[in-house]
């Protein structure tokens, strides 16, 4: 009797932790992705931010995109690597942050941009940037060193696809 208890509890808990979770479809945005709660949308002119904080507000999770003015083709890549260079100056001088580790990679057939930077009051701040010649994304994870590097945030950026 014990063993059934113990199995209905562990469900029971294994149901309320999925059920916590959102997954978000912005439609315009081409992508989804999955937030360990509620999030809050703060739509903008030719952008989406898309943020849930935790941790009693000392960290955040955030996904963003931008619209590209104009569609720039991701096989140019001086083109690619100003845009990524600019996103992550404009980063590191907004958030006066130091740069811990930049490393450009792919995102299935997209150029990207990992970035770890050390940010004063706040910790962390993980981004991984995406680019897709008519759109920028930004998936982000900030706070605390132990909780950036955790479980938590590691199935929200590994949550992150895109509808093509």
Not at 81 to 102: E, F, H, R
Request: net charge neutral; hydrophobic share 35%; charged share 30%.
């Amino acid at each position: 009797m014990k063993s059934i208890i113990s199995c209905a509890a562990v469900f029971a808990f294994a149901f309320a932790a999925q059920a916590d979770n959102t997954k978000v479809e912005p439609k315009e945005g081409k992508c989804e992705i999955v937030f360990p709660g509620k999030p809050t949308e703060k739509p903008g002119d030719k952008s989406l931010q898309i943020i849930m904080e935790t941790l009693e507000g000392k960290g955040a999770l955030m996904l963003q995109y931008n619209d590209m003015p104009n569609k720039i083709p991701t096989d140019n890549a001086e083109a690619v690597k100003k845009i990524l260079d600019g996103g992550q100056g404009g980063l590191t001088q907004a958030l006066k942050g130091k740069i811990l580790k930049s490393e450009d990679g792919k995102f299935g057939d997209h150029p990207s941009r990992d970035i770890d930077m050390e940010v004063p009051m706040l910790g962390v701040y993980r981004v991984k940037f995406i680019f897709t010649g008519d759109k920028f994304y930004q998936v982000t994870a900030a706070g605390p060193k132990d909780y950036v590097n955790g479980e938590e945030v590691k199935k929200f950026m590994e949550s992150f696809k895109i509808k093509d």
